[in-house]
């Protein structure tokens, strides 16, 4: 079989009614802008993916380090990973399909998720929203108002991949730990959080709890959270939640190929050059976080100054692809010896 310029091949089988979606890494170089064309059939203007691969030399020069960060990712997936994995639809139920602007966006929890979304629900709309703030955050989450790629076709999944821009924003693994703790289990209002997780956290890992604590589960310690994380039972038991799931394992960066890594770092440049490269840039702005208390490296450490080497380290095994994959160096608070 002839392998498709842009250095990938996608095999798609079908195993009686589950399909599967093999892909092979491989070096990966420019893709075809006629495959980028197919993916908006009837439209005259360039497409996201012709725009970064093939623009001029201005928006090239504004890539540079979204182009960095690919081949970086790049490289550590031939380091750390294998070359042939598989994946299935349900791999896929992360990533948001936008056929008008020939978008695919991997949301992950606590790395502004929500804005994206709501920018997706406007870019998707046909009108209907305008303003992304306009949007409610319970709203952006509800199920249905977004597509994902889990919902086509084999070949329509593997069309899109060839053709549309795809793009993830990841965070600091450990700062984003501390914001899906701080939020989901020191918020009273997220009942349902403490009650399917946060009564299991205090079952399992406090001696002698107390029985409001035994049924609300809402005063889970940071210290409790992290036992809970690395205790082999708890992913036998069931998947990692995706609030704390690892972005490798959400998003699949090493057998999706994404033209580009935002960080949450440089969220506000990053987020402007994909709405530039969609075209939309003039019309529509990403809306930026008004939050006072956000969780930084700072927050983190003081955080982790009540967890023991042991506990530690066994937490930075478990989120370690996500520090290798995404270029983010061990903090230096960490005391893993």
């Known amino acids: 079989m002839r392998m498709p310029r842009g250095g990938r091949l996608l095999l798609a089988t079908c195993l009686g009614s589950l399909f599967v979606l093999v892909l092979y890494f491989q070096s990966i170089t420019k893709p075809d802008p006629a495959v980028a064309t197919e993916s908006t059939p009837g439209k005259s203007r360039r497409s996201p993916l012709q725009t970064l691969y093939n623009g001029d030399q201005g928006e090239l020069a504004a890539q540079r380090s979204l182009q960095g960060r690919r081949e970086l990712l790049e490289?550590?997936?031939?380091?750390?990973?294998?070359?042939?994995?598989?994946?299935?639809?349900?791999?896929?139920?992360?990533?948001?399909?936008?056929?008008?602007?020939?978008?695919?966006?991997?949301?992950v929890p606590k790395v502004a998720c929500t804005n994206w979304k709501r920018v997706?629900?406007?870019?998707?709309?046909?009108?209907?929203?305008?303003?992304?703030?306009?949007?409610p955050a319970n709203e952006a989450h509800v199920a249905g108002h977004l597509r994902t790629l889990s919902e086509f076709s084999v070949p329509e999944i593997n069309r899109r991949l060839r053709g549309y821009l795809k793009f993830v924003f990841v965070?600091?693994?450990?700062?984003?730990?501390?914001?899906?703790?701080?939020?989901?289990?020191?918020?009273?209002?997220?009942?349902?959080?403490?009650?399917?997780?946060?009564?299991?956290?205090?079952?399992?890992?406090?001696?002698?709890?107390e029985p409001g604590a035994l049924e609300k589960g809402d005063d889970v310690s940071f210290?409790?959270?992290?036992?809970?994380?690395?205790?082999?039972?708890?992913?036998?038991?069931?998947?990692?939640n995706e609030h704390w799931e690892r972005v490798h394992s959400l998003c699949h960066p090493c057998m999706i190929h994404y033209d580009v890594v935002g960080k949450y770092e440089t969220l506000?440049?990053?987020?402007?050059?994909?709405?530039?490269?969609?075209?939309?840039?003039?019309?529509?702005?990403?809306?930026?976080?008004?939050?006072?208390?956000?969780?930084?490296?700072d927050m983190a450490a003081r955080f982790f100054k009540h967890i023991s080497p042991f506990y530690q380290k066994k937490l930075f095994?478990?989120?370690?692809?996500?520090?290798?994959?995404?270029?983010?160096?061990?903090?230096?608070?960490?005391?893993?010896?």
């Open 75 to 107: 490289q550590a997936c031939l380091s750390h990973t294998r070359k042939r994995q598989v994946l299935s639809p349900e791999d896929l139920k992360h990533l948001i399909v936008d056929d008008k602007h020939g978008l695919i966006y991997c949301y």
């Open 120 to 135: 997706l629900m406007v870019l998707t709309s046909d009108g209907r929203y305008v303003n992304p703030l306009d949007i």
């Open 171 to 209: 965070r600091e693994p450990f700062e984003r730990l501390v914001s899906a703790y701080r939020n989901k289990f020191t918020r009273s209002y997220n009942t349902a959080f403490h009650k399917r997780y946060g009564t299991k956290i205090v079952r399992r890992n406090r001696a002698d709890p």
């Open 223 to 240: 210290p409790e959270f992290v036992q809970y994380l690395v205790d082999p039972r708890t992913q036998r038991e069931e998947p990692f």
């Open 268 to 297: 506000e440049p990053d987020a402007r050059a994909v709405l530039r490269l969609a075209g939309v840039e003039e019309a529509l702005r990403f809306p930026t976080s008004g939050k006072s208390t956000r969780t930084d490296g």
């Open 317 to 337: 095994n478990l989120y370690r692809m996500d520090f290798l994959l995404f270029n983010y160096s061990t903090p230096e608070y960490l005391r893993t010896r």
